[in-house]
């Protein structure tokens, strides 16, 4: 699984790493407000076309968008020991 999202600097992709629930991590890491997609591996293209890479986001097709360290920590309460980058 990855996580898209858009910035200035185009299309960025994270790899939220194995046994972990993606969501959660595009939650925390994407940055607040920021819609993000959560998409599987198989759906991306080729790794060497990576800086050509553009994907629209929208309300429509979006999974989420990121959240502040408060949203953050009232979301995943659990989780409150987790640092939040605003």
């Not at 800086?51 to 009232?74: D, M, R, Y």
């Amino acid at each position: 699984m990855k996580i898209l999202f858009n910035n200035s600097e185009g299309l960025q992709v994270i790899d939220p790493g194995p046994n972990v629930d993606p969501k959660i991590i595009a939650d925390k890491t994407v940055p607040k407000g920021v819609p993000y997609l959560i998409v599987g591996d198989s759906d991306l293209p080729s790794r060497e076309t990576r800086p050509a890479w553009e994907c629209e986001i929208t309300t429509e097709n979006k999974h989420g968008v990121g959240l502040s360290k408060a949203q953050f920590h009232k979301k995943y309460p659990e989780l409150s020991h987790w640092g939040v980058i605003e």
